[in-house]
């Protein structure tokens, strides 16, 4: 290892926009159990499943019906 880095050409990472954060929501245990059934079938996490569902529901702009009924 160097004693000294410079730092002074550093540039901010391009991709911090999309960095994760780490969030604590309650989720019902029927919820759970859901996305766990689909992660032993599909051999993907059920975390990870849950972040792919959320995130094609943004790229997709996709309402819940109940804010549908609502409006």
Do not use: W
């Not at 969030?23 to 993907?44: M, P, S």
Request: aromatic share 10%; glycine share 2%; hydrophobic share 30%.
């Amino acid at each position: 290892m160097r004693e000294n880095y410079d730092f002074s050409q550093s540039i901010k990472n391009p991709y911090s926009k999309q960095l994760k954060k780490q969030v604590t929501i309650d989720l019902e245990q029927d919820v759970i159990q859901y996305f766990e059934e689909i992660a032993q079938e599909t051999g993907i996490s059920y975390v990870n499943l849950i972040h792919l569902y959320l995130r094609e529901c943004v790229e997709n702009r996709h309402k819940l019906s109940i804010i549908k009924q609502i409006n």
